[in-house]
Structures are given as C-alpha cells and as structure tokens.
T-cell receptor
Framework: DGGITQSPKYLFRKEGQNVTLSCEQN?????MYWYRQDPGQGLRLIYY???????QKGDIAEGYSVSREKKESFPLTVTSAQKNPTAFYLC???????????????FGPGTRLTVL | DQQVKQNSPSLSVQEGRISILNCDYT??????FLWYKKYPAEGPTFLIS?????DKNEDGRFTVFLNKSAKHLSLHIVPSQPGDSAVYFC????????????FGSGTKLNVKP
C-alpha cells in the first residue's frame, strides 16, 4: 500500500532535549513538507523540500531543522531552541508538477509531541 | 496574520440536509483552492479543489463555489451523511508558488443521524 508513515504517533520529551520526528513515503513523490498544527489554528508550514538534498524554510522554521538525504524520507528535528514545541506535527508529500501546475498534498497520520 | 480564515469553528447539521462550510482569504494572488477533510488521529485527506478560472467545481455530493470578488469560497455537501462528520480545512496557493499552501483553522462538522 502506498502512503506516508509518521512515527511515533505520540512522543514525550523533557524540555531542552532535541527530538527527531520520522516521515517516510513510498508514493515516489518528489516534494515533502512539514506542518505544525496548534489548537484553533490552521496548519503552518515549517519546512519543505522539492528534491533530494534541497529544502526551504517555511513560515515558522525557527527552532527546527530537516534533512532530505533520500527521496522517501524527510525527518524533522525539533531543537531545544524551539520555544513552544508541544504541538501536532504533520508530514505531507506531493508530486512535483511542471511550473504553474498544482498537485494536492498527501498527509501522514501525524505525531503529537508533548514537551514536559 | 492568517491569509486563509475559517470563521466558524464548528457546524452541526441534520443527516440528509445541506452542509455549507465557508472560507475567506485575503491574498488576491491566490488562484488555487482546496478542501481537506480530517478525521481524529488521522492526517487530512484531499477532498476537492478549484482553480480561479472557475467559479464552481462539483464531485458527487461535494461542490465548491468560488467568489473571487468577495475572496470567499464555500463547500457544499448534499446530502450530508454521518460519515461526513470531520474537521474540514480549506487551503489556498498562488501560481508559481505552488509548493506553499496556506491553511485555514478548520471547521468541525457534526452530522446528526
């Protein structure tokens, strides 16, 4: 079955610790994304990657880092510099269409991170 | 500064009736709009989209209407079914920046049997 997996579903960490959230897709999509969702707010883009070994900051990249060493994997590290890391994190992927075309994003089930 | 807004956090509708979910946007450069549906503990799934060259797109029970002058779009579900109970997000993007989607805060739809 093709899809996006995120692990773990729930994650608890102590304040001051870095933590890495996993995202894997077997849809052969070029583009991958990380979003954060807080109560009462929409999804906000943290980082995105259009191709292996390349990624761009989204709207709220501070305190986060990513890597894209493989097409199918786009892990997100929440560093101790992120001031309010407790949130629901969603990973997504999409085809990379020709310039000017749009492709919907497919989402994983999410990881709920709680920092104690 | 949210560029896409869903001002109704929740909506309750009787089974068989019409559900209308609304979304407003502020950026006149947006020209592609999507609706996503999200069940608890799952990621959002794509539902329907519309390009700014159209004012209506229909897919089965789901229809999206776009009013560019009002910067407003709406999702109509007819007839509503209990399985439609979920959170609905609208999202928008603009040409040549198609990797960036801006999402609303979501509307939780409850369809009562």
């Amino acid at each position: 079955d093709g899809g996006i997996t995120q692990s773990p579903k729930y994650l608890f960490r102590k304040e001051g610790q870095n933590v890495t959230l996993s995202c894997e897709q077997n849809l052969n999509h070029d583009a991958m994304y990380w979003y954060r969702q807080d109560p009462g707010q929409g999804l906000r883009l943290i980082y995105y990657s259009q191709i292996v070994n390349d990624f761009q900051k989204g709207d709220i990249a501070e305190g986060y880092s990513v890597s894209r060493e493989k097409k199918e994997s786009f892990p997100l590290t929440v560093t101790s510099a992120q001031k309010n890391p407790t949130a629901f994190y969603l990973c997504a992927s999409s085809l990379q269409g020709a310039s000017g075309t749009y492709n919907e994003q497919f989402f994983g089930p999410g990881t709920r991170l709680t920092v104690l | 500064d949210q560029q896409v807004k869903q001002n109704s956090p929740s909506l309750s509708v009787q089974e068989g009736r019409i559900s209308i979910l609304n979304c407003d946007y502020t950026n006149s450069m947006f020209d592609y709009f999507l609706w996503y549906k999200k069940y608890p503990a799952e990621g959002p799934t794509f539902l329907i989209s519309i390009s700014s060259i159209k004012d209506k797109n229909e897919d089965g029970r789901f229809t999206v209407f776009l009013n560019k002058s009002a910067k407003h779009l709406s999702l109509h579900i007819v007839p509503s079914q209990p399985g439609d109970s979920a959170v609905y997000f609208c999202a928008a993007s603009r040409r040549y920046n198609f990797n960036k989607f801006y999402f609303g805060s979501g509307t939780k739809l409850n369809v009562k049997p």
